[in-house]
């Protein structure tokens, strides 16, 4: 009996913690969700959609390998922010496409690993900001949950004291996720586009 | 005669005393050798530029001053004087005044050291900088970019300046803090209130308080000239390779094998008996075949050549060469050496040595040990001031810094050669490395240098063929080979010499070749030579004065010809033999005179200037020019790399970073040049053109994958380099075409995913990035 009981305070104890966590997640997904980016998989591209004449690469639609971060709409226009990477390269670098209809053109893409990621050099504002949006809902997914990135965020904080720049457009996608940035980060304007 | 018990006697007493004298000498001891970071280049330790610091060098060996009289000082604007001791480091003796020629450190502004060193200039403070406690508000307004825009309240240390000064003569604080710091700094007294007046509080602000302030270049800050290279934060720790003028791009000459050591020790006294023959040392002063003119002779390494070339000798003039120990003591040699004012000091004299790697410095052999075989060299350095009011060089007396050394048998990088070689003597086969670095050296960075073929095409003004000009004029030039690489005879006179140099045999005195020779490191001290009588050989007048040029400077000289002839009427052929009699003699006036004894007479080279134009026509058909396709070089990989840009300063390097706040990692590929557009992108080794974009204009931040216009050149063994980012339509080459180490590739621009013209450089193996920093670069 007293073994039954014990098994009883198990189960029960297990199933109301995973109604919890359930509950949580969900919660936390819809506000997640409340922002209009999309981080699900999305239908493939063309290979003409594909960073074209990158060096090295003589087939894009079998050399490079995409995974879909991010897209927003705007102005009738589909944008799609991809990690694409290159088979000698383990390190994905960001490339945004614009699709209209049936066209399609790469607008933003590097290669090179600039760390001045700025898509607002390359698209409106509001793209760059949907977009860099998405891509920061998909590191904090990474990271375990906005808590475990919160945690993380404010550990660099305190071990860094300098001065720091970010895009506008990542400023603000932090801000919408409620993550609070020191006053030492120096916001890089978008110039009107 | 002696009896034979006494010749015994007599040999016993010297092999005693002989062993006494070893026994009681000292052993000299070979300096352990100094951690100098070196690579090789055909087998000869060289310096890595890419690893070599001013606290990566050793320190000062000798003590010495450096005094400059009042006269001086006041047309400098700066008082250079200085002593310094044994032990110094060389960076708390050279200034940023004594090499903004030769390095240009004063082009760097703290942002630029901070990127390259990781320098956290959020934690270094203001005091940190010496120079800025020189500065005043209105010399900060003027130096700082935008910073004469900000209100004073929102940089606060120059905010605590103002209002500490306001609050002694009782002004409203409140009315000058919403003032723009341009106008404080038109204010009689606030504009020339001083950083220093700040005190000890300066340390309490960080160097990021005054906006603008890390972008700055320290050349704009009045008074940088007479800061220490070790006053400023971090500079000492930037490789010489990533310095704005590095003059340390690659190496440039020849090796030489040592083959043995005189003087030094007791025991070896041979060299010091009688003059030194076949030297290759000296100074710029008195050239680099200066023989020891002291009576008893000097210590030096007789050096012996690995290259031969029949009948043109020994190109590299090494065999049997001597290097002379410099200095002022015994067995040593000092030279005339410095130039203009500033060359008078010291005596105007310097120690003999060579110039290996350009004129920052001069390599000295400042020990040999004859008993171990082995020499030490050392460095000297100079201070010089071109300014409005050039003041010349002094002599290179700042040192010596101890820099390599070499063994018996070892190899030993020499430089360039140059006067005649030593004759009598013996020549070795040519290794086939080594030929293959005459043929590098004999075309320069053109391939083409010692062909006969003309790099010109395309019409100009009145249609005419620029190819078949050329070929016309350098049928009677340059003793009709048209190589880029021809030197003729110096000429000299009352006025001074000339020579003619070049496929089209250009006079040394013209302005517009002088212009063009004066840019270049070294341009103004090669150019005095020149006029000195110094006859160069090929490949340093190429390196001075290389094909492109030659052709440029013949396109634009013909060009106004043309233009001037039209003027006055003449076309067909009498236009092209009045380019000719121009070319020859400075009028078209069909005479029979002659130019110099045994030339043709004017009216003679008019004509032939016609036949040759029509027999190039006939052979060889109108000349196109496609963009596309450049003078293909030969290909050939050296294993080393030499900088793409001259002049260009890292401003992102190689590798992975995280940022400080987010924690995102990403991973720069390359390494970024900041350099001007349209600057010239070179080939940093020989190779095969594997990729070209041409296409990409500006704004299009995904073309060319992102990298813009760019070239790939494949240079074997797995290894590839990449030139990305570059001007629409300057790359003038094909895929598969074969270029040369130093070969114009293309043009600096922003295609692609850039903010701003740089260069974007990879250095890949086997498909993999590598840092490009591993190859010095």
Sequence with gaps: MTLLKQLFRQWYWIAGGSITVLLLSTVSGILIGSYTPTIASAPS?????????????????????????????????????YDVTRPATPMPFPYVVQIQGASCKGIYSNPMGDPDDYFHLAMPLPVARQLTLGRLQAAIQQAGGLPAFRDRLQRSQQQYGGVTQMAEEEVWAYQQMGLALPDNVRVVKATTR | MLPPWSRFLIALLSSLLLFLEIITVPQTVYAAETHIPSATYYGAAVPDWGQVTFTSLPELTQGGFLQVPNSVVGQLGYDPSRSWSAGAALESVLLLGDVADSFGLQKFSMGAIASLTGLNLETLSLSNLPLLKEQTIASLVQAVPGLGNLPLAQVRPLYDLVTSSLSQTGREILSVANQTLSQIATHDILGSLSVNQLGDTLSQYSFTSIPGLEQTALGNLPGWQHTFIEEVPGLAHIPFASFPNSPVSGYFGFIAIHDVTYGGDRFHKESTRKPTQFSISGSYQVGFNYNCAQERGCDYLELNSPISLGVAGDPSRLHGARWIRGGDGPGEQMVQGGHGVLGQLNGGMEPTGRHPFGEVFKVVLTDTDESTGTGQFGLYFRVCSHGIIDLGCTPYFIGPVPWLSSKEKGLVFVGLTEGTAPHGIEQPPIPSEIQDQINQQGGGTDPSGTSGDSNLCGDGPAGVDWRALSDAITSIESAGSGVYSAVGQVHCDSQGCMIPLGRYQFMSFRNDLRAIVAKKPGGREFLSRLDAGYRPPASEMLRYFPASDQDALFKQAMT????????????????????????????????????YIGGPTVAEYGQRTVTGYRRSLQQRGKSTCNISSGQQGNGKATGTYTKPVTGGVITSPYGWRTHPITGNGSFHSGVDYGADRGTQVKAADGGVVVDVLNTCTEGNYACGGGYGNVVVIDHGNGRTTLYGHLQTNSIPWKKGQKVSKGQLIGRVGSTGRSTGPHLHFETSVNGKTVDPRQYGL
Aim: proline share 5%; charged share 25%; aromatic share 8%.
């Design chain 2, 560 to 595: 106004q010809d043309i233009q001037y002839y039209q003027r006055r009427g003449k076309q067909g052929d009498e236009l092209l033999a009045c380019l000719g009699e121009n070319w020859y003699s400075g009028n078209c006036t069909h005479s029979s005179r002659r130019d």
């Design chain 1, 45 to 81: 591209l063309p290979s003409t959609c594909l960073p074209q004449n990158l060096p090295g690469i003589r087939n894009p639609a079998s050399e490079l390998k995409l995974k879909q971060v991010s897209s927003t709409r705007y102005q009738g226009k589909e944008y799609r922010l």
